[in-house]
């Protein structure tokens, strides 16, 4: 079976939790398929990151150079199509790519099967960063989602988000699968070497081992719900440290917002620590095995690969009630859920912001503040990544909806 998997991230361009995916969910596939990657970023260096066999790279069409970015997108989605020739199975991933697996599947009669990392109805502030770009990348979605023969979703609460959005799709249609973390590459480093390689990396990055500390991780953007966080660290004890590492803005606005929040924060706390660049593995596992609670306020998330990453390395998560969270922590058992209740109209947001804000600080203040409670919790964690999450597992799912689909005819 020839499996093409179609991508905007891949190594070396990856910034989320989707191109993670992509990437881990290539390797584990290629004993089992011949797997073929078509990625955005152009060629890539041979001998780089991300310059396997089986990896084609697309630059963006010159000719739109200086268009809206969703334009640019579909160029490249155009591009990819035709480089589809031959393939059993097309698999898109995010809206960029989802264009290229639809027409594709016209083009070559393969299969689309998509990946749902993240919906556009439910995430209107892109309008924010796409301008009229986001019209084009719902149309493309939407297309793209109602004609695909199979859908994979990351989580019950994407799939559940999936039929609300899209609701002419089949709900057979709709499988879930979720995401899944490399046990190997994600553990608390080892050995006097690794001991020191991290001690070095706190030195640099101005962390104290010593604190009680919460860490957030991910981009700047509305979904993640970093300004909910910011505020909610006011109400947490003195002692607690502070470690965000926080970078790569959507926009300008949402950028100066955050900066007007740390620097509030700061004026009223010591030990807030913004790390805005984004961190080799090596030091952001000794970044999570430095703190005691990884904390994820996200009013929107699919599934949330970064929770599978802390709890690899034996943190509980503390996160919003919401999307596909309720998937992977067991509240009371591997973290605390923190309830909300959401405004209907696809941004999100909290009906009761200020019960949200105090809800997340106290529930992080319970965890932050119990050594044995979190440590227990820790390696709960840890157990369950391993038992439900792990890739070898993701990929044995995924051939079985590729198998599906292609028995549908």
């Given amino acids: 079976m020839r499996v093409d998997l179609l991508t905007k991230e891949y190594p070396p361009f990856i910034y989320?939790?989707?191109?993670?995916h992509v990437n881990e969910l290539a390797r584990v596939l290629r004993p089992l398929a011949d797997v073929r990657v078509h990625a955005?970023?152009?060629?890539r260096e041979p001998g780089s990151e991300g310059a396997d066999?089986?990896?084609?790279?697309?630059?963006?069409?010159?000719?739109?150079?200086?268009?809206?970015?969703?334009?640019?997108?579909?160029?490249?989605?155009?591009?990819?199509?035709?480089?589809?020739?031959?393939?059993?199975?097309?698999?898109?991933?995010?809206?960029?790519?989802?264009?290229?697996?639809?027409?594709?599947?016209?083009?070559?009669?393969?299969?689309?099967?998509?990946?749902?990392?993240?919906?556009?109805?439910?995430?209107?502030?892109k309008a924010e960063q796409l301008g009229g770009g986001y019209a084009l990348s719902s149309w493309a979605e939407r297309t793209a989602y109602e004609a695909a023969a199979g859908v994979?979703?990351?989580?019950?609460?994407?799939?559940?988000?999936?039929?609300?959005?899209y609701p002419a799709i089949d709900p057979e249609r709709v499988k879930v699968v979720h995401n899944g973390i490399d046990l190997d590459a994600w553990q608390r480093p080892a050995g006097p070497e690794a001991d020191a390689a991290s001690n070095a990396a706190l030195e640099r990055l101005g962390i104290d081992a010593s604190r009680p500390t919460i860490v957030f991780v991910g981009r700047i953007t509305r979904q993640k719900g970093l300004p909910y966080l910011l505020r909610a660290c006011e109400l947490l004890p003195a002692e607690v440290q502070?470690?965000?590492c926080a970078g790569a803005p959507d926009t300008a606005e949402i950028k100066a917002e955050v900066e007007g929040l740390v620097a509030g924060l700061r004026e009223?706390?010591?030990g807030v620590v913004w790390i805005e660049e984004m961190l080799p593995r090596p030091e952001l596992i000794a970044v999570l095995s430095a703190s005691d609670v990884f904390v994820c306020p996200s009013v929107y998330e699919p599934l949330g690969i970064v929770n599978l990453e802390a709890m690899a390395c034996g943190l509980?998560?503390?996160?919003?009630?919401?999307?596909?969270?309720?998937?992977?922590?067991?509240d009371?058992?591997?973290?605390?859920?923190?309830?909300?209740?959401?405004?209907?109209?696809?941004?999100?947001?909290?009906?009761?912001?200020?019960?949200?804000v105090h809800d997340l600080a106290e529930r992080l203040t319970s965890l932050v503040m119990d050594e044995a409670l979190a440590r227990r919790m820790g390696r709960a964690a840890r157990d369950r990544v391993e038992q439900h999450f792990s890739w070898e597992a993701i990929a044995q799912r995924t051939m079985e909806v590729y198998r599906w689909v292609l028995d549908r005819g």
């Fill in 16 to 20: 989320g939790g989707a191109g993670v």
């Fill in 40 to 43: 955005f970023g152009g060629a």
């Fill in 53 to 125: 066999d089986g990896v084609t790279g697309y630059p963006e069409i010159a000719e739109l150079d200086g268009a809206n970015a969703a334009l640019r997108t579909f160029g490249v989605d155009l591009e990819i199509a035709a480089g589809c020739e031959g393939a059993d199975i097309v698999h898109s991933h995010t809206w960029y790519a989802n264009l290229a697996g639809h027409l594709a599947s016209l083009l070559h009669g393969a299969p689309h099967v998509i990946s749902a990392h993240s919906l556009e109805p439910l995430r209107p502030w």
């Fill in 152 to 165: 994979i979703a990351v989580s019950n609460g994407m799939r559940a988000d999936i039929l609300r959005s």
């Fill in 242 to 244: 502070v470690i965000l």
């Fill in 268 to 270: 009223k706390r010591t």
């Fill in 316 to 330: 509980p998560v503390v996160g919003s009630a919401t999307g596909g969270i309720p998937d992977v922590i067991v």
């Fill in 332 to 356: 009371g058992e591997t973290g605390l859920l923190v309830p909300i209740e959401q405004v209907t109209d696809g941004t999100g947001t909290p009906v009761e912001p200020e019960a949200f």
